[in-house]
């Protein structure tokens, strides 16, 4: 299966940009890159999702590189609230159903 | 505007003892799915379903079981609970295997301990 790796930890201020980057190099052609958060004690929490072309919502933004190895997800103004530990993670087409490869997750920490 | 509701959020077990993990969305999604996570891991699944009637097994099935007699309705059995069954389980589900507006929408979690 195809892996993900993404830092241990990343330090934002509240207010400013946060870009949050994830390695893919094995990705194959049909997989989806997702995007999740997780606070503690709580499910995983939908932030975004692509294949290829970069992707906007109303939470974040998704670049990915257009050899699709690798990916940012762009927090455009940091909130308190958006300090979680994030998951990138690849998800594969056909009928993988419900199959999701997780990254190591980003402990996000949000300064005030 | 509920989403994926399970429980009970918090559940002690003898070892083998049997119960029932409750799942229900209103989103009406075809798609629901049984995880479970292990402290400082990702998400492992155990079970799937693409619609009412319709069940398969996931990554790690074993000790575990699954019906989908409705759209909304997800449960997950543990028959003869074992140590190694202690985790966190998470009920999601989506619209077109999380490729559809929204992804996977997960449930909060039932934390079980086995002793």
């Known amino acids: 299966d195809a892996k993900t790796t993404q830092p241990n930890s990343m330090e934002s201020n509240e207010e400013e940009p946060v870009h949050l980057p994830c390695n893919h190099s094995?990705?194959?052609?049909?997989?989806?890159i997702h995007w999740y958060r997780q606070l503690p004690s709580q499910g995983p929490e939908y932030v975004i999702h692509g294949l290829t072309s970069n992707v906007n919502n109303r939470m974040a933004s998704l670049a990915i590189a257009e050899d699709r190895k690798s990916s940012t997800l762009i927090l455009h103004r940091a909130t308190l609230r958006d300090a979680a530990v994030y998951y990138c993670i690849l998800k594969a087409g056909g009928t993988s159903y419900g199959k999701l490869t997780f990254g190591q997750g980003t402990i996000l920490t949000v300064h005030p | 505007n509920a989403g994926v509701t399970q429980t009970p959020k918090f559940r002690i077990l003898k070892i083998g003892q049997s119960m029932t993990l409750q799942c229900t969305q209103d989103m009406n999604h075809n798609y629901m799915y049984w995880y479970r996570q292990d402290p400082g891991m990702g998400l492992k699944l155990i079970y799937y379903?693409?619609?009412?009637?319709?069940?398969d097994k996931g990554e790690v099935p074993n000790g575990y079981n699954v019906s989908r007699s409705t759209t909304e309705d997800f449960p997950l059995r543990l028959e003869l609970a074992a140590p190694s069954q202690t985790s966190v389980y998470f009920c999601a589900s989506s619209y077109r295997d999380g490729q559809g507006i929204g992804g996977y929408t997960f449930g909060s979690g039932t934390r079980l301990t086995v002793v």
């Open positions: 094995t990705i194959s052609g049909t997989d989806y």
């Open positions: 379903s693409v619609g009412a009637g319709i069940t």
